[in-house]
């Protein structure tokens, strides 16, 4: 993995770097610790599981190492991690593999826990997040119903879950959400919904999506527009930087058929570090939304009593 963190109980992780290591720990204790050989060896903890960490090449590259990296390591480390086996395995840094929707963790306490106070703690840039990166804008009731999806899917407990991906595996854990009502600013997503639902109307202000009023004056026909999150994908790149994926897509049934027929879709990569920055942004120039922070708490906050 090409990031780190100091403390378990830190949000976030930073590159692998000689320097801000030395910076940050003062090459002191717990981070820094003899080792067998006679030299010092540095850890530091894993910003997706809390497990603990072996910081490699930071002094000396092992042969055709370009660059420092962390290694999951096999032991608990004194005041800095303990190792979690369950949570190091479904860790993408340590084993990057599909995770199927349906797999869930054994136990809540842990990171379970971790990544549902960070969503409800962070509720309102998670919702930023995703709909800067969606250009789409959720309404309160609509972002209440996928709160409710996610507590009724446990998509805390999800395998694929970590701290790191928390805004789009709440997003990847709430079921189909129906777009009718919502704003459209997704310029591409608009066009071709305007050119597979002649019925569908987006205004030119507000973009809200909604019904087009025939010209004769008959009653339009229904049609519901989906939208889902498909395919949450990892592959760790030979440098051992983290890719993460997922699919949005957009389908549409007419007068309550069961089948819906794809309009839009387009990747979503997860990006790690912006998350990272909203999370750690200082007080004092943070913009908090109170009402969206407020919903989650009350849709989740009994989860943590």
């Excluded at 608990?76 to 993408?92: H, M």
């Amino acid at each position: 993995m090409d990031v780190y963190k100091l403390r378990v109980d830190h949000v976030g992780g930073k590159p692998i770097d000689k320097d801000r290591v030395e910076s940050e720990t003062k090459c002191g204790y717990p981070w820094y610790r003899p080792s067998a050989h006679g030299r010092k060896s540095q850890f530091a903890v894993c910003p997706a599981c809390d497990n603990p960490i072996q910081l490699i090449g930071l002094y000396e590259l092992p042969p055709n190492v370009k660059h420092p990296f962390g290694k999951h390591h096999g032991r608990s480390i004194e005041d800095l991690a303990p190792l979690d086996v369950e949570e190091r395995g479904n860790c993408p840094y340590f084993k990057p593999r599909q995770h199927h929707k349906s797999e869930r963790k054994s136990r809540f306490e842990g990171t379970p826990r971790k990544i549902l106070e960070l969503l409800i703690s962070q509720f309102d840039r998670v919702v930023y997040l995703l709909e800067k990166e969606t250009n789409l804008r959720f309404s309160h009731k609509t972002l209440r119903k996928m709160l409710r999806e996610y507590q009724g899917e446990r998509g805390f407990m999800y395998t694929g879950a970590s701290l790191r991906n928390v805004p789009w595996c709440f997003a990847y854990m709430s079921d189909a959400t129906n777009l009718y009502g919502q704003s459209i600013r997704n310029e591409a997503l608009a066009s071709a919904i305007l050119a597979h639902v002649p019925e569908a109307h987006i205004d030119e202000v507000t973009h809200q999506l909604t019904a087009q009023k025939p010209l004769d004056g008959s009653k339009p026909r229904f049609f519901e527009l989906s939208l889902c999150f498909l395919q949450h994908r990892f592959h760790k790149q030979e440098d051992g930087h983290l890719l993460e994926s997922m699919k949005l897509n957009i389908s549409v049934r007419w007068d309550n058929q069961v089948e819906f027929q794809d309009v839009y879709e387009e990747t979503i990569e997860f990006n790690h570090d912006f998350f990272d920055r909203l999370i750690n942004t200082p007080p004092q120039r943070a913009q908090r939304n109170q009402r969206l922070l407020d919903i989650a708490q009350e849709e989740l906050g009994s989860l943590l009593k």
